[in-house]
């Protein structure tokens, strides 16, 4: 057993922090996934390991991407993203998304419904949040989900409450359920395919009425920032087998290279439409590694 594990989360977190990230976030996953390593790996539990970092952390918002709607009674999930915005002092960050990993949920004994039955619960779990975050006592009565009262005190510090990133890229149902119901949302893939992605959004946003400027834009992927393409070519082949591609397809799905080749890379994604980076490292234990993508991003994205 590792019995140092958080404390190297929390090194990283620190690392993260001092050299720019504005957010920290966890996967809500119970089993380790194969984009990050062995299904045996070790794993903490998302929500528990966001509550201890926001007492060791002191800036960045905090939120997992994303949550898996069928761990948690959504009135649930809002009482601990409300704990959690408490401990941190505003900092919490809703992250929810439909679920995608059966095996797990499986392995824990929860259902894993059809995904037209995931995606309904998911939006009836958004509006019990929100209301959760902004009502005193609210009422919901959904197919799914209800709620009759609940009391969520004390309540968020923001009056809105923590904002709500939906997680996901489907054109036809999940993209119009941010458009109604999201304040931000999270693509992956190229700039173009993530500026198809955002045109979309701004349709479905159009349809109901709604500014798409009231949606923040992220983009989710892996950054290695390296001082040689020797030391690249290396990372990006431990990289490629993760994610199932060749070594030369990452670079379409990751910020790769030196300084100035990321902070280029970027430019395409801001002109893409894309308003914030959630990334991966590679090594989350290689802190100098850490701090030098820290610091590029935050450059590049405030240039």
């Not at 619960?121 to 958004?126: F, K």
């Not at 009565?141 to 923590?162: A, F, K």
């Amino acid at each position: 057993m590792d019995n140092k594990l958080f404390e190297r989360v929390v090194e990283v977190a620190r690392a993260a922090e001092a050299s720019g990230f504005d957010s920290l976030w966890t996967m809500d996953h119970v089993h380790q996934i194969a984009s990050v390593g062995e299904r045996d790996e070790p794993i903490l539990e998302a929500y528990t390991t966001l509550a201890a970092l926001a007492a060791v952390t002191s800036s960045v918002r905090l939120g997992a991407l994303v949550s898996c709607n069928g761990f948690r009674n959504p009135a649930l999930l809002a009482k601990m993203v409300t704990t959690i915005d408490i401990i941190s002092g505003g900092r919490a960050i809703l992250g929810i998304g439909a679920g995608w990993h059966e095996e797990e949920c499986r392995a824990y004994g929860l259902d894993f419904q059809p995904t037209k039955e995931r995606l309904a619960r998911l939006a009836e779990a958004v509006q019990i949040c929100r209301a959760m975050f902004t009502e005193q006592a609210a009422r919901f009565s959904g197919s799914y989900h209800r709620i009759d009262e609940p009391l969520n005190v004390p309540g968020p510090l923001s009056p809105s409450g923590p904002p709500i990133l939906i997680g996901g890229g489907g054109e036809r149902v999940l993209i119009p359920t941010v458009a109604r119901l999201g304040d931000a949302c999270n693509f992956f893939g190229g700039p173009a395919t993530v500026r198809h992605k955002i045109q979309v959004l701004e349709k479905a946003c159009a349809a109901v009425g709604r500014d798409p400027g009231e949606i923040t834009k992220t983009w989710l992927g892996h950054a290695i920032i390296t001082e040689s393409e020797a030391e690249l070519q290396n990372a990006l082949a431990r990289l490629g087998p993760l994610l199932g591609l060749a070594p030369s397809a990452v670079r379409g799905f990751a910020l790769c290279g030196t300084r100035d080749e990321v902070r280029r890379r970027v430019m395409e994604y801001r002109e893409a439409g894309v308003e914030g980076l959630i990334v991966t490292v590679l090594d989350p234990a290689d802190l100098e590694h850490v701090r030098r993508v820290g610091a590029t991003l935050k450059e590049a994205m405030d240039a």
